[in-house]
């Protein structure tokens, strides 16, 4: 069955940094895009980045451009987010999701879903 | 941004039909997709392309589209469908959810 689990969260200062993992198993990871979406405590969904299969295409929301960098390794079946210049207001639980239909490059939906990892940028 | 517009509660009695609206300019041109989210637990996908229920879903979630609003319908409420609910579209800049619409189940 498809799973994707989440690690890397923590506590960090603001301007800090950290690196999220999202390990991809029971389904052919190199086939599809991926995403990752964070939701702030008791706040709504907020679609972050996702990535083509290839890793050749990336998008990012404009509150994380230019600060967050998201990456794959098809070999290793993972997907990263690196996340820099960390402020509060990235303080959120981060889910990584996989893109539903293959056949679509964009306005994708969210099919599975890891069960995320908690980042809190405070001093 | 684009903005995805929807109620922030509904409230229905067990057995009754509940609609959740999302309202956005660019939803007749892109599909919507809902997703439930239950306290402390992930999203789970219950309709995409606007009407199209993933396996495991319950017949009782359905999903229509009109113009710049989609509705979510949940048909003969349980009370296990008290959940958190978002719908999702895109426009050419980016994927955007809606505020989420809470279902209360009296």
């Known amino acids: 069955q498809v799973q994707l689990v989440e690690s890397g969260g923590g506590l960090v200062k603001p301007g800090g940094s950290l690196r999220l993992s999202c390990a991809a198993s029971?389904?052919?990871?190199?086939?599809?895009?991926m995403s990752w979406i964070r939701q702030a405590p008791g706040k709504g969904l907020e679609w972050v980045s996702y990535?083509?299969?290839?890793?050749?295409?990336?998008y990012y929301a404009d509150s994380v451009k230019g600060r967050f960098t998201i990456s794959r390794d098809n070999a290793k079946n993972s997907l990263y987010l690196q996340m820099n210049s960390l402020r509060a207001e990235d303080t959120a639980v981060y889910y990584c999701?996989?893109?539903?239909?293959?056949?679509?490059?964009?306005?994708?939906?969210?099919?599975?879903w890891g069960q995320g990892t908690l980042v809190t940028v405070s001093s | 941004s684009y903005e995805l517009t929807q109620p922030p509660s509904v409230s229905v009695s067990p057995g009754q039909t509940a609609r959740i609206t999302c309202s956005g300019d660019a939803l007749p041109k892109q599909y919507a997709y809902w997703y439930q989210q239950k306290p402390g637990q992930a999203p789970v996908l219950v309709i995409y392309k606007d009407s199209e229920r993933p396996s495991g879903i319950p017949e009782r979630f359905s999903g229509s589209s009109s113009g710049t609003t989609v509705t979510l319908t949940i048909s003969g409420v349980q009370a296990e469908d008290e959940a958190d609910y978002y719908c999702q579209s895109a426009d050419s800049s980016g994927t955007y959810f809606g505020g989420g619409t809470k279902l209360t189940v009296l």
């Open positions: 029971g389904f052919t990871f190199s086939d599809y895009y």
């Open positions: 999701a996989r893109d539903g239909d293959t056949a679509m490059v964009w306005g994708n939906y969210f099919d599975y």
């Open positions: 990535i083509s299969s290839s890793g050749s295409t990336i």
